[in-house]
């Protein structure tokens, strides 16, 4: 006979648990977002500004300003995530993790529009007529690393060069990497109440700071040291979906014992709206 301890009974849970990630996107609603896209692309029509004329002579002719208009275009990708669960699955597994996989899903597709948001922020524009022109981010829109983490000037520099093209105040988001919290957090301006309403070293994290709304993202680009943190405006970027994030929990009949489908997608694309209303921040990482 064997001991006590063979007839010690195991217990297993009937929850599936998510491990540590990024849950949904953390970008789309901090973007201009329209969800009534359709076709292969988009075109979005744009008026740039003027400069208004004076009368200086009695019976004037009028002056008619030349044309100022631009074109954006964009053109979509599905993105998908989708998994089989067998009728066989459920039973081994004593649990229902359909509900729990859809969470999955849906985060895994709001990671994946924070990626296609953050190349859109930093990349080529297509414009033009028929969107055949590239128009990329221009050096005057980059705060170079200056072998330097994230500092108060770094900062500055961003502000200014929104201020100096006439950006609205409201809206600006600051973009940055948990590396540029950590230098962040060392600066006085940042964390004592003398400068900042909140308390930054209390709450661990930055909320809002020189006019922007800060969000801190694991997805911004790393090149060897150099981490590419971006500012910008809201109306700056455009996200076109076809309804945004759809789902779907079906049986499969072609498959045998019909195992449960569990999907989500999204048809969207992004780009960059206006070049001035973003502002690339390159910081060191050591």
């Not at 631009?70 to 066989?88: F, I």
């Not at 455009?238 to 048809?267: C, E, F, H, M, N």
Request: hydrophobic share 35%; net charge negative.
């Amino acid at each position: 006979m064997g001991a006590i301890t063979t007839a010690f009974k195991k217990e297993y849970s009937d929850m599936l648990y998510l491990t540590v990630q990024q849950s949904g996107s953390k970008l789309m609603g901090n973007v201009r977002h329209e969800t009534d896209f359709t076709g292969e692309a988009k075109f979005y029509n744009q008026y740039g500004e003027d400069t208004a004329k004076e009368k200086n002579t009695r019976h004037q002719d009028i002056e008619y300003n030349p044309d100022n208009y631009s074109r954006r275009m964009v053109t979509p990708k599905l993105a998908y995530w989708s998994r089989l669960v067998d009728t066989e699955d459920e039973i081994s597994m004593g649990l229902d993790p359909k509900s729990a996989l859809m969470i999955a899903g849906k985060n895994s597709i709001g990671r994946k529009v924070d990626d296609y948001i953050i190349s859109a922020l930093r990349g080529t524009a297509m414009t033009g007529t028929s969107g055949t022109i590239s128009t990329v981010l221009p050096d005057a829109q980059k705060v170079a690393a200056g072998a330097a983490g994230l500092s108060l000037q770094k900062i500055l520099d961003a502000q200014e060069l929104m201020n100096s093209a006439d950006v609205p105040e409201g809206d600006r988001v600051f973009l940055y990497a948990p590396k540029q919290l950590k230098d962040l957090l060392k600066i006085t301006e940042v964390t004592s109440i003398d400068f900042n309403t909140q308390k930054a070293l209390a709450a661990g994290n930055i909320a809002a700071f020189l006019g922007f709304n800060w969000i801190m993202t694991t997805r911004l680009p790393l090149s060897g040291t150099t981490r590419y943190n971006v500012a910008y405006h809201k109306q700056g970027i455009l996200l076109a979906s076809a309804g945004g994030i759809t789902t779907d929990i079906s049986q499969v009949k072609t498959k045998v014992r019909q195992p449960w489908q569990v999907y989500a997608d999204i048809y969207c694309g992004a780009t960059r709206m206006e070049e001035e209303m973003v502002v690339e921040v390159s910081c060191i990482e050591s």
